[in-house]
């Protein structure tokens, strides 16, 4: 690992209905990058957190619901990171498929950041999500979605 890299760990969940749709939450970095995408729910692993725990803290505080189990991760993503007010430039995700009945989420739990940097929220198909033609993160994200989904 070079000198310079600050690594940060994720867990990120596709929270998706019976239909195949997911929520996602549109996010917009308030600094100069204006770096923004459609994502899943999901964030940091604090330390002594595993990445299933992280993943189920994360959707409670993102939606407001607690889930009981995020199951094994179901595809794992790294990247580099581009904004400019990160703490970190690279990360590592870990991802997990939870199902659910569509609901309204809250965001009674959100962080102070969240409040800034979450500007939008839907559920979306993997068609619907492609036909916004909006930046989402990971590219993926469509594949991965209709991958699930069809095991309905």
Do not use: K
Request: charged residues 25%.
């Amino acid at each position: 690992m070079a000198a310079h890299e600050r690594l940060r760990l994720t867990s990120r969940v596709l929270l998706m209905d019976p239909t195949g749709a997911c929520l996602l939450y549109f996010t917009a970095a308030p600094d100069s990058s204006g770096f923004s995408r459609w994502i899943t729910p999901g964030g940091g692993v604090d330390p002594g957190e595993t990445h299933s725990e992280a993943a189920l803290r994360e959707l409670f505080e993102e939606t407001g619901r607690r889930f009981e189990d995020a199951g094994e991760p179901i595809w794992t993503y790294s990247f580099d990171v581009h904004f400019d007010q990160a703490d970190h430039n690279r990360g590592y995700a870990e991802y997990f498929l939870v199902r659910t009945e569509r609901f309204e989420p809250t965001n009674t739990h959100w962080t102070p950041e969240e409040h800034v940097d979450v500007t939008d929220w839907r559920w979306f198909t993997a068609d619907d999500l492609v036909a916004t033609g909006e930046p989402l993160e990971p590219d993926y994200l469509p594949e991965l979605m209709r991958r699930y989904a069809v095991s309905l």
